[in-house]
T-cell receptor
């Protein structure tokens, strides 16, 4: 079963506007972590933001925020005040933990969303 | 954050040859991983590089094809052996720990093309 689902293959946004990239996940674990990465055309994977399953507040990092809705198993990325340089592929990923509760470190990735920012 | 470098950044190789990719981190890290990203696809974990012991491979990946070394807490290599065009991918090193386990960083990747 697919563990991470990104239903938007592509998204368009006007410069300076906000955009939400969707991510839903599937796990029976109580302890897990959710990540968002940006991949520009150069191919590097740029870490954006992290949300732990026990974190009560939504994570924020500058213009990035994570809308974490645990009951709905969603972890949407919100980018405020979009910039032309935000145009890239965005991946949502989930980290699994081993039976001892320590991080196993394996990330399972969604299929990604291509974001295009228009001037 | 950790600074991760990979060598080479890209290469074009002939079928049947092997390529060794290096990953160097500027600080000691707990865990190191190797991922593959095939063209137009998402990332898939190849293996966990364990310091001083054999790597732990994911289903579908074997040591004979992707031998991995990790001699210390800052360095690892991945070899792609007996290459075929299907091995054309971006290979990325990833690290956890040493700074924060809430983050996981990736190297810049090695873009491999096999002819």
């Amino acid at each position: 079963a697919q563990k991470i689902t990104q239903t938007q293959p592509g998204m368009f946004v006007q410069e300076k506007e906000a955009v939400t990239l969707d991510c839903t996940y599937d796990t029976s674990d109580q302890s897990y972590g959710l990540f968002w990465y940006k991949q520009p055309s150069s191919g590097e994977m740029i870490f954006l933001i992290y949300q732990g399953s026990y974190d009560e507040q939504n994570a924020t990092e500058g213009r990035y925020s994570l809308n974490f809705q645990k009951a709905r198993k969603s972890a949407n990325l919100v980018i405020s005040a979009s910039q032309l340089g935000d145009s890239a592929m965005y991946f949502c990923a989930m980290r699994e933990f081993n039976a001892g509760g320590t991080s196993y470190g394996k990330l399972t990735f969604g299929q990604g969303t291509i974001l295009t920012v228009h001037p | 954050s950790a600074v991760i470098s990979q060598k080479p950044s890209r290469d074009i190789c002939q079928r049947g040859t092997s390529l060794t990719i290096q990953c160097q981190v500027d600080s000691q890290v707990t865990m190191m991983f190797w991922y593959r990203q095939q063209p137009g696809q998402s990332l898939t974990l190849i293996a966990t590089a364990n310091q001083g012991s054999e790597a732990t491979y994911e289903s579908g990946f074997v040591i004979d094809k992707f031998p991995i070394s990790r001699p210390n807490l800052t360095f690892s290599t991945l070899t792609v052996s007996n290459m075929s065009p299907e091995d054309s991918s971006i290979y990325l090193c990833s690290v956890v720990g040493g700074f924060s386990t809430d983050t996981q960083y990736f190297g810049p990747g090695t873009r491999l093309t096999v002819l």
